[in-house]
């Protein structure tokens, strides 16, 4: 079976955490399990930064720039390891975004 690759998120699309998955920190690691589809994941620092910021809606640029003031790396470096994350997550089915919302 071919895997489908999600589209890469937009600078202005919202992106919040998917009703039911539970996270919680452990130490510098965020451990998040989906009931629903019967899996658990393990995330880093930084991976769970992100997952901390979309407990509100959040869009690309707003995760780059928290991330920016946070880590000394290049904003353009930042943002493409953000979306590259943010396509998973969504591939994953852990994240709703304002398209999959839309009428």
Same mark, same amino acid.
């Not at 202005?12 to 998040?32: F, N, P, Q, R």
């Given at each position: 079976m071919m895997a489908i690759n999600p589209l890469p998120?937009?600078?202005?699309?919202?992106?919040?955490?998917?009703?039911?998955?539970?996270? %919680?920190? *452990?130490? /510098?690691?965020?451990?998040?399990?989906s009931i629903?589809?019967?899996q658990y994941y393990n995330l880093n620092t930084v991976a769970g930064r992100i997952w901390h910021l979309l407990e509100t809606p959040q869009n690309l640029?707003?995760?780059?720039?928290?991330? %920016?003031? *946070?880590? /000394?790396?290049?904003?353009d470096t930042i943002r493409a390891e953000v979306a590259a994350f943010l396509a998973r997550l969504k591939q994953e089915g852990l994240l709703e975004?304002?398209?999959d919302s839309a009428p």
């Open positions: 998120p937009t600078e202005k699309e919202t992106y919040w955490h998917k009703k039911g998955i539970l996270s %919680a920190s *452990i130490h /510098d690691e965020v451990v998040m399990m629903e589809m019967g640029d707003q995760i780059t720039a928290a991330l %920016a003031e *946070i880590y /000394d790396a290049p904003t975004s304002a398209a």
